[in-house]
Nanobody, 122 residues
């Protein structure tokens, strides 16, 4: 099994920055099976959406709404994944959840974190 623990959420003014972290723990075999990690977010009254994803090989993918503002990265062992969020907007307010999966995309994650609240004030 794999556990994902997020940190770094909080309250920030529009135009500000936050950095989310997601630490991975669990059995070595399960961790090695992970191919893609990333972040989902869900705002009140809206569907959950993929924000950004990164594969073990380093390929990245972003939602159109965050391109140019958010950057996803990972350490070499893929034990920690980061989401640097710059130029934050009030519409970025949501619960951000770390996710990990064995596929080459993040459409059906096998593992989820507990979520962290990001609130952007205008």
């Amino acid at each position: 099994q794999v556990q994902l623990v997020e940190s770094g959420g909080g309250l920030v003014q529009a135009g500000g920055s936050l950095r989310l972290s997601c630490a991975v723990s669990g059995s070595i075999r399960s961790i090695f099976s992970i191919n893609t990690m990333g972040w989902y977010r869900q705002a009140p009254g809206k569907q959950r959406e993929v924000v950004a994803a990164i594969t073990r090989s380093g390929s990245t993918n972003y939602a159109d709404s965050v391109k140019g503002r958010f950057t996803i990265s990972r350490d070499n062992a893929m034990n920690t994944v980061y989401l640097q969020m710059n130029s934050l907007k009030p519409e970025d307010t949501a619960v951000y959840s770390c996710a990990a999966g064995t596929r080459s995309d993040l459409k059906s994650p096998n593992y989820w974190g507990q979520g962290t609240q990001v609130t952007v004030s205008s």
